[in-house]
């Protein structure tokens, strides 16, 4: 249900997205810099910022953007340091929350991320309050139409994944975290384009809402996307 869970939520996000495409220009900027940061600005060597460069390029993206954000990255450009932080909350009927955050002021980020929660339903809590609820791993979903599954199993497996599941949307590749970046240059060099590659917090087991909870849930979600330092929310209802 984890996958369900999460195909469902990659489709609602692609039907808000132009509607916020400054939104997602800000959220690639930081993921490039970081991504430049980490793993170097060339993106033949750095399988995570050339994907990114893909999707920042489907988003149509202006490359004076990509290159400033790459540039930021490596250091030949100033800008701003960014630390990555993680908070945990429960939403309404006590869904667990994971968000990740990017953030030049994490004071900020906490009091915005809190006075979300509260606002619709929920509340922040204390690192670790609802962590082991997830599985914290790389994770992949890739469209049905990209590749088979014998393929993709002997690919990812190859590359060092410890699983490969297949569902009615397609297929779902996980691996742990340090495995991430080998996977997807993997899946890059095979020519198998993802819907979502992200290390991700992967709910161990779902929790049945009503249609009226599911309702409160998305709103909270799109009230965290919606913040300029949030790069990422994950929950663990099961909307059925």
């Known amino acids: 249900m984890a996958g369900h ?24 900027s930081r993921d490039i810099t970081l991504a430049a940061k980490s793993g170097g600005g060339d ?9 990114l460069i893909l999707k920042a390029r489907e988003a149509n993206m202006p490359a004076d953007n990509v290159d400033r954000a790459i540039k930021k990255g490596t250091g030949e450009l100033p800008g701003v340091v960014y630390d990555d932080v993680v908070y945990e909350g429960y939403g ?38 609802v962590g082991f ?10 469209a049905k139409d990209q590749t088979t599954e014998d393929r993709l199993m002997e690919i990812a497996l190859e590359a060092g994944a410890d699983d490969v599941i297949t569902t ?8 742990e975290v340090t495995r991430f970046d080998k996977v997807l240059h993997a899946l890059d060099a095979a020519g198998i384009k ?11 087991n779902t929790v049945p809402v009503s249609a009226a909870v599911v309702t409160s849930i998305e709103k909270l979600h799109d009230a965290l996307d ?14 059925g």
């Open 226 to 239: 919606e913040h300029d330092d949030v790069q990422h929310v994950f929950s663990n209802e099961d909307a």
């Open 194 to 204: 993802t819907v979502s590659s992200e290390i991700a917090y992967i709910p161990t």
């Open 43 to 51: 993106p033949d060597a750095n399988a995570r910022l050339r994907t």
């Open 168 to 175: 009615d949307d397609g297929f779902e590749v996980r691996c």
């Open 133 to 142: 609820q997830f599985l914290h791993a790389g994770q992949f979903l890739i």
């Open 92 to 129: 309404p009927s006590g869904i667990a929350f994971i968000v990740k955050v990017t953030t030049d002021n994490k004071t900020r980020s906490a009091q915005d991320v809190r006075a979300i929660f509260a606002k619709h339903g929920g509340n922040l809590a204390a690192t670790g309050a």
């Open 5 to 28: 869970n999460k195909w469902s939520k990659v489709k609602r996000l692609k039907a808000v997205t132009d509607s916020r495409r400054g939104k997602v220009f800000s959220r690639l």
